[in-house]
């Protein structure tokens, strides 16, 4: 006998060009039903948040349409987590990428980028009782603190604007 919550994702794991799912991801469905298990265990197998159904809703707005407030704020909770993740994932990339810092950061730059990172992966790691107010804050601690170190990534090096004004 299967539980409610694999008949979920069972029934929307179908084809997605199948008439009556309408867009609809497991998140959706699992969202729409108040399966809550099973939205966690889809957010661990990184479910997409971005996924919008024929009515243009996420996951997370089919949940509050339907009432299913645990459910909505679970989803809230892991996007604004997921979103924090992704951007550490994203600045230790760009960090790691020697052609895209070569001549724009200097080590100290890089160390502010890398311990900086470090230090909210830390966080994620640590803290248990984190909200999706919190998760949202630190990313935009950690966007204003490396912002202007990104930004040195923006600009074009001397040498190259020094060859265009002449």
């Known amino acids: 006998m299967r539980s409610a919550e694999e008949k979920t994702v069972l029934l929307c794991a179908l084809d997605d060009d199948l008439e009556g799912l309408k867009g609809y991801s497991p998140l959706h469905c699992s969202a729409m039903w108040g399966q809550l298990d099973t939205l ?15 009515r243009g809703e996420k996951a997370v707005d089919v949940a509050r349409r339907y ?12 996007e604004a987590k997921q979103n924090l993740q992704a951007f550490i994932q994203e600045v230790r990339a760009i960090v790691a990428d ?4 070569q ?7 890089k160390n502010i980028c890398i311990n ?5 992966s830390d966080w994620i790691n640590n803290t248990r009782t984190a909200t999706a107010q919190d998760f949202i804050e630190q990313k935009k601690l950690l ?18 604007m020094k060859t265009r004004k002449n």
Request: aromatic letters at 6%; hydrophobic letters at 45%; a negative charge.
């Open 116 to 120: 900086t990172c470090s230090a909210k």
């Open 67 to 78: 009432d299913k407030l645990d459910c909505a704020e679970y989803l809230a909770w892991a």
């Open 98 to 101: 020697q052609e895209k810092v």
């Open 40 to 54: 966690k265990t889809l957010v661990e197998l990184n479910a997409d948040f971005q996924a919008i159904n024929f």
């Open 143 to 160: 966007e204003d603190v490396l912002a202007p170190v990104l930004l040195k990534l923006n600009a074009q090096p001397e040498a190259s």
């Open 103 to 109: 001549g724009k950061l200097n080590k100290e730059d």
